[in-house]
Protein backbone atom coordinates (compact mmCIF):
# COMPACT_ATOMS: atom_id res chain seq x y z
CA UNK A 1 0.00 0.00 0.00
CA UNK A 2 2.65 2.58 0.81
CA UNK A 3 4.27 2.14 -3.40
CA UNK A 4 2.07 4.77 -4.62
CA UNK A 5 3.02 7.32 -1.84
CA UNK A 6 6.97 6.66 -2.36
CA UNK A 7 8.93 8.39 -5.64
CA UNK A 8 12.45 8.00 -6.36
CA UNK A 9 13.74 10.85 -8.37
CA UNK A 10 17.02 12.77 -9.49
CA UNK A 11 18.60 9.80 -10.64
CA UNK A 12 22.50 10.19 -10.78
CA UNK A 13 25.04 8.06 -11.42
CA UNK A 14 28.56 8.33 -10.52
CA UNK A 15 31.98 6.56 -9.64
CA UNK A 16 32.52 5.80 -6.40
CA UNK A 17 35.16 7.73 -4.74
CA UNK A 18 37.18 5.09 -2.95
CA UNK A 19 37.19 2.69 -5.87
CA UNK A 20 36.81 3.78 -9.97
CA UNK A 21 35.55 0.50 -10.48
CA UNK A 22 31.84 0.57 -8.32
CA UNK A 23 29.03 3.11 -8.91
CA UNK A 24 27.17 5.01 -7.00
CA UNK A 25 23.43 5.89 -7.23
CA UNK A 26 22.73 9.07 -6.07
CA UNK A 27 18.91 9.66 -5.22
CA UNK A 28 15.99 11.59 -3.64
CA UNK A 29 13.37 9.64 -2.02
CA UNK A 30 9.87 11.37 -1.64
CA UNK A 31 7.28 10.00 0.80
CA UNK A 32 4.26 11.82 -0.13
CA UNK A 33 1.90 10.28 2.73
CA UNK A 34 1.12 11.64 5.98
CA UNK A 35 2.48 8.53 7.55
CA UNK A 36 6.24 8.12 9.30
CA UNK A 37 8.08 5.41 7.69
CA UNK A 38 10.61 4.13 9.93
CA UNK A 39 12.83 1.04 8.03
CA UNK A 40 11.62 1.92 4.37
CA UNK A 41 13.24 -0.07 2.20
CA UNK A 42 12.94 -0.90 -1.54
CA UNK A 43 14.87 -2.08 -4.65
CA UNK A 44 15.11 0.08 -7.36
CA UNK A 45 15.54 -1.57 -10.96
CA UNK A 46 16.95 1.16 -13.49
CA UNK A 47 15.74 0.44 -17.02
CA UNK A 48 16.49 2.60 -20.50
CA UNK A 49 13.87 4.56 -21.62
CA UNK A 50 13.52 2.36 -24.75
CA UNK A 51 12.22 -0.28 -22.53
CA UNK A 52 11.35 -3.69 -24.11
CA UNK A 53 10.56 -6.89 -23.05
CA UNK A 54 13.74 -7.93 -24.50
CA UNK A 55 16.18 -5.77 -22.81
CA UNK A 56 18.14 -6.58 -20.03
CA UNK A 57 17.47 -3.99 -16.87
CA UNK A 58 20.77 -1.22 -16.75
CA UNK A 59 21.09 -2.47 -12.84
CA UNK A 60 19.76 -2.64 -9.91
CA UNK A 61 20.12 -0.40 -6.29
CA UNK A 62 18.55 -0.76 -2.95
CA UNK A 63 17.92 1.14 -0.04
CA UNK A 64 17.03 1.59 3.61
CA UNK A 65 15.96 4.78 5.54
CA UNK A 66 13.17 6.58 7.45
CA UNK A 67 11.31 9.34 6.39
CA UNK A 68 8.90 11.82 8.23
CA UNK A 69 5.37 12.66 6.29
CA UNK A 70 6.06 14.68 3.17
CA UNK A 71 9.92 14.85 3.53
CA UNK A 72 12.79 14.11 0.85
CA UNK A 73 15.84 12.64 1.47
CA UNK A 74 19.14 12.44 -0.82
CA UNK A 75 20.85 9.32 -0.70
CA UNK A 76 23.56 7.46 -1.95
CA UNK A 77 23.28 3.31 -2.63
CA UNK A 78 26.04 1.04 -4.45
CA UNK A 79 24.59 0.83 -8.03
CA UNK A 80 24.78 -3.24 -9.23
CA UNK A 81 25.54 -2.95 -13.07
CA UNK A 82 27.69 -5.54 -15.84
CA UNK A 83 27.70 -1.75 -17.30
CA UNK A 84 30.71 0.73 -17.24
CA UNK A 85 29.68 4.25 -16.07
CA UNK A 86 29.87 5.67 -19.43
CA UNK A 87 27.80 2.66 -21.08
CA UNK A 88 25.22 4.09 -18.69
CA UNK A 89 22.31 6.40 -19.90
CA UNK A 90 22.06 9.76 -19.25
CA UNK A 91 19.18 10.74 -16.27
CA UNK A 92 16.60 11.77 -18.92
CA UNK A 93 16.87 8.61 -20.26
CA UNK A 94 16.29 6.09 -17.46
CA UNK A 95 13.28 4.69 -16.04
CA UNK A 96 13.11 3.82 -12.69
CA UNK A 97 11.06 1.19 -11.32
CA UNK A 98 10.38 0.96 -7.21
CA UNK A 99 9.64 -2.25 -5.33
CA UNK A 100 8.75 -1.38 -1.43
CA UNK A 101 10.27 -3.92 0.77
CA UNK A 102 10.11 -3.19 4.36
CA UNK A 103 7.89 -1.71 6.24
Do not use: C
Request: net charge negative; hydrophobic share 35%.
Amino acid sequence: PLQRYIEVSGLRFMENEKNKNKIDAHFVLTNHSDADLTGLAGNVTIWGRTQKSEEDAQGTFTFLTDLKPGESKELTAPFDTKLKIYELPDWQNINADLQITAP
